[in-house]
């Protein structure tokens, strides 16, 4: 594992210099997929931000609307119970971000904290990547569902659960570029020169291995949104009050002859935005680092 | 080899605290809201919550270790042979997938290779992403509304045992089998066509192409059996998301699989039965990559364990 062996130029390039504006415009006209991936991701977040203030309420029941098929009163169509698909796909679009970034926050934090102690103290290095490995012996879907079993259902333990069963991926990429990095004559220099562990850290070891860490951190916000999507649908994940994707799917499954809108709309929803987050990822590892790229993934 | 030693105790481990960590009463949790203190007390004494945690840790261990997941509090049958019941539709589903899945990538990854930059590279690695970001079930809904709904020529739902022929099973795996293909296939062809790409360009492709064989002769003998290995690494690494699907699929197409009981056993809070079918799954997945690690030696000589 040498990713991180090259990446201090990408790192350096990555830092904050005057004129940073400029040179984020012309990083981005470099990278056109980032710049359409970003401009996607960042409408689903508006949407997010203003559909409860535009649209009506997403839990209003109206019985004699039930079942519409989508025309200019309902665009997207009435659920089982007469409330407005639109309006509950738009919503939806909270819960799945707010879980991704959430997730993606949490496990980054996590893994940089598990990773930096085994990669940097030897005698806890055995510990950690036995646990980890461990954890990843057990498919996450069913660690998630298992840890919401006996956490109960709310937005919190989703968070909590994803974490949990992303953290030990981040942690090895985080070691495997410690490993690499405290190596480095740089580092060795620092160390000579009685730099403290906190500055050590800060200033060399961390902006060296940010490349693949943000990566994998969108790698892990996009699988975040699909395993809340599963947990909802089986009904261990969101609150079934709550419209998330995965509860509108799973409750719109006994109606998907009679009224597959209530199902095509979140599932395109959904499948879009981890599409969007997914991309985003693959276009930030190729313009972060090309070495990365080589291995696939 | 001896490194699964670890991880299968840490699973077991795991299951064990995961019960008794939780904030509360494990007992009340499963009995629910509207349960006795009798009931209570009935599920605290079956599964010896009331001992010691140190002789509740050594009885759990001595259990597995004679094979035993003790019983289902929901139906009092062993855990075993209620996972014995439901092997099967799993095991189907899972080859019928894998199977799909590399008759999918493999051709597709090395085409993808082959035409690097061109317009059929192109194509596949966009199914690539958008089969890797589409959820299970998503994909499932899909195939249901277009092959069984509206075209009628696969059953909604349902499993068909072997026992009542081979091909009646296999006519009802097919829609759940690709919509469970499709992510690991995509995972699959990514890492085919990355892994070809390295090996195309080494000396002994250009020494093959210079005395003269043919491009198929080169493409396969030459360069797909040296890119073998990280292809088998990710047919092993990707049983795990193959395996979460399994619930998944399960759940839509009404499959008495493991991965309904799984689910299951979830709602109603049966915890023999889901702490069972987590160790289950972790030791298919831990020991075929462990099969995986150890095919090795098959695709290249230099490995030796």
């Not at chain 1, 990773?115 to 879907?141: S, V, W």
């Not at chain 2, 089969?131 to 509206?150: C, E, H, K, M, R």
């Amino acid at each position: 594992m040498s990713m991180a062996g090259t990446m201090t130029d990408t790192a350096t390039a990555m830092r904050q210099r005057p004129g940073a504006i400029s040179r984020t415009g012309s990083f981005l006209a470099k990278h056109p997929v980032i710049l359409i991936g970003g401009a996607v991701l960042l409408t689903f977040i508006v949407i997010a931000l203003l559909a409860p203030l535009l649209l009506p309420d997403p839990t209003r029941i109206n019985p004699v609307q039930r079942l519409r098929t989508p025309s200019l009163q309902h665009p997207f169509g009435t659920d089982q119970f007469g409330r407005s698909t639109l309006s509950r796909t738009l919503n939806g679009t909270r819960i799945s971000l707010t879980v991704g970034i959430l997730v993606a926050a949490a496990t980054t934090a996590a893994g940089l904290l598990f990773g930096l102690f085994a990669g940097f103290l030897r005698p806890l290095d055995n510990i950690i990547m036995r646990l980890m490995d461990g954890i990843m012996a057990i498919p996450g879907i069913l660690l998630a569902i298992a840890l919401m079993s006996l956490f109960g259902s709310s937005i919190q333990n989703v968070v909590v659960a994803i974490s949990i069963a992303e953290i030990p991926r981040m942690a090895r990429i985080v070691r495997s570029s410690v490993l690499v990095i405290r190596e480095q004559p740089y580092v060795e220099a620092a160390v000579t020169n009685g730099t403290r562990l906190s500055r050590l850290l800060w200033r060399h070891v961390l902006p060296n291995i940010a490349a693949p860490v943000i990566v994998q951190a969108t790698y892990v916000f996009a699988s975040a949104m699909i395993v809340e999507s599963v947990l909802s649908f089986l009904g261990a994940g969101t609150p079934p009050t709550i419209p998330s994707w995965g509860n509108m799917l799973a409750e719109g499954r006994q109606y998907l002859q009679r009224a597959p809108w209530t199902i095509a709309f979140p599932g395109a929803c959904l499948a879009l935005l981890v599409l969007t987050v997914n991309v985003l990822g693959d276009a930030l590892r190729d313009a972060l680092d090309p070495r990365l790229s080589r291995s696939g993934r | 080899m001896l490194s699964t030693v670890p991880v299968f105790i840490f699973v077991a481990l795991f299951v064990f605290f995961l019960l008794r960590i939780t904030p509360g009463d494990p007992a009340i949790m499963i009995a629910g809201d509207q349960a006795s203190s009798a009931q209570i007390e009935t599920i605290r004494e079956q599964l010896g919550l009331n001992r010691p945690l140190l002789d509740q840790l050594l009885a759990w261990a001595g259990q597995l270790l004679r094979g035993d997941l003790g019983r289902s509090v929901f139906s009092d049958i062993p855990v075993t042979r209620l996972i014995g019941q439901r092997l099967e539709p799993t095991a189907m589903l899972a080859l019928v997938a894998i199977v799909l899945a590399i008759a999918i990538a493999l051709p597709l990854g090395t085409l993808a290779a082959v035409r690097a930059g061109g317009v059929a590279d192109r194509i596949v690695m966009a199914f690539a992403v958008l089969g890797f970001s589409s959820p299970v079930f998503v994909i499932a809904f899909l195939l249901v509304y277009l092959f069984a709904l509206t075209l009628g020529w696969f059953p909604t739902q349902g499993y068909v045992p072997l026992s009542q022929g081979v091909l009646a099973c296999l006519h009802s795996l097919i829609l759940p089998g690709v919509a469970l293909a499709l992510l690991y296939a995509s995972l699959l062809a990514r890492v085919t066509r990355a892994s070809l790409l390295e090996v195309l360009s080494e000396d002994y492709i250009r020494t093959a192409n210079a005395k003269g064989l043919t491009p198929a002769r080169i493409t396969i003998r030459h360069a797909l059996s040296n890119a073998a290995v990280p292809i088998v690494t990710v047919i092993g690494i990707g049983m795990a998301a193959l395996l979460g699907g399994v619930v998944v699929t399960e759940t839509v197409f009404n499959i008495p699989g493991l991965g309904r009981l799984a689910t299951d056993a979830i709602q109603r809070r049966d915890y023999p039965v889901v702490q069972g079918l987590i160790l289950v799954f972790s030791s298919v997945y831990v020991v075929i990559n462990l099969l995986v690690d150890l095919s090795y030696v098959l695709f290249d000589p230099r490995v030796r364990y």
